[in-house]
């Protein structure tokens, strides 16, 4: 009986754990976790098209595999049979908002089951959002861009955990947020007029947060200072690119952009498309805290 009490004294303790932990997040990025796992939860019930129909900005882009406006794109094909011949799932469990409380991300696994008779094994992989408050002041996609994973690296009733604080330069809502916008621009320009120079190494030692986390089709994402550093010392070989966009937040402390990228090393060429996060620094310079690519296949 004391043992059963016990056990069940565990279970509740580790649960409200939980529940305290996210308890503790923001208002803002409480609500942009809950505007994920709506979308989620819609395209599990109705199917990936009326989710992303409704869940995605007017102008908000996937890969498909080159930039894409979703919406657009849903508009011009008609819709897939009923039920859906495919269901995707995911769960966000990592993330971050401005301090304006008004752009965001989430990241974290989905899982992609065929639902036809000949059932294909499920597909494991790692999602990645941004998100943008709209005039109305719903959450928005903006962009998106997952990754297959050769194994899940995270189920789907992962506790959510907010990325790391720390001190960023105080910004002013009245900041110039086009001059903050070109400022950003200009930082994804410097790294890859460095990552050309002689290799990509130098230039992710210089512009990538401690705290970041690289993200690559078919391989565990990178995650802390160590496995970062050791990632770094392999990105031995000239990385090209070009913005397309990019966009900070009304605080100017968070921003995005994404573009094409192009590899060049003695035994291979890759070319294909990145989205990265950036996010200033106590002395006002912009720093990678999240970076995720596809190439074209």
Request: aromatic letters at 14%; zero cysteines.
């Given at each position: 009986m004391r043992k059963a009490i016990f056990v069940v004294a565990v279970l509740y303790s580790v649960?409200?754990?939980?529940?305290?932990?996210?308890?503790?997040?923001?208002?803002?990025?409480?609500?942009l976790v809950d505007a994920e796992r709506a979308f989620a939860k819609l395209s599990v019930e109705k199917?990936?098209?009326?989710?992303?129909?409704?869940?995605?900005?007017?102008?908000?882009?996937?890969?498909?595999?080159?930039?894409t406006i979703t919406i657009e794109n849903y508009r011009k094909n008609a819709g897939p049979p009923i039920p859906p011949p495919v269901t995707l799932n995911w769960a966000p469990i990592y993330g971050d908002v401005s301090q304006a409380g008004d752009l965001g991300y989430n990241t974290g696994p989905y899982v992609l089951e065929d639902n036809r008779a000949e059932k294909k094994s499920i597909v494991h992989g790692l999602f990645f959002s941004v998100w943008k408050k709209q005039a109305d002041g719903?959450?928005?996609?903006?962009?998106?861009?997952?990754?297959?994973?050769?194994?899940?690296?995270?189920?789907?009733?992962?506790?959510?955990?907010?990325?790391?604080?720390?001190?960023?330069?105080?910004?002013?809502?009245?900041?110039?947020?086009?001059?903050?916008?070109d400022s950003l621009l200009r930082a994804d320009r410097s790294f890859?007029?460095?990552?050309k120079s002689v290799n990509?190494?130098?230039?992710?030692?210089?512009?990538?947060?401690d705290d970041a986390r690289i993200c690559r089709r078919r391989t565990t994402p990178v995650i802390g200072k160590d496995a970062l550093n050791e990632w770094i010392d392999k990105q031995n070989f000239v990385?090209?690119?070009?913005?397309?966009?990019?966009?900070?937040?009304?605080?100017?402390?968070?921003?995005?952009?994404?573009?094409?990228?192009?590899?060049?090393?003695?035994?291979?060429?890759?070319?294909?498309?990145?989205?990265?996060?950036?996010?200033r620094d106590a002395k006002g310079q912009w720093r990678i805290v999240f970076d995720v690519s596809n190439p074209l296949l």
């Open positions: 649960i409200f754990s939980v529940l305290s932990q996210e308890n503790d997040l923001s208002p803002a990025l409480s609500s199917g990936v098209r009326e989710a992303f129909m409704t869940y995605f900005a007017e102008d908000g882009i996937n890969f498909q595999p080159h930039p719903n959450w928005r996609v903006i962009v998106d861009m997952g990754v297959p994973l050769e194994h899940p690296f995270a189920t789907l009733d992962s506790q959510y955990q907010p990325a790391p604080q720390w001190k960023t330069a105080e910004s002013k809502r009245t900041e110039d947020v086009k001059r903050m916008n890859f007029t460095q990552a990509a190494a130098p230039a992710w030692q210089q512009f990538l947060s990385l090209t690119g070009e913005p397309i966009k990019a966009d900070v937040s009304q605080s100017a402390d968070l921003g995005y952009s994404y573009g094409k990228y192009e590899i060049k090393s003695r035994t291979r060429t890759e070319k294909g498309y990145y989205v990265r996060v950036w996010k």
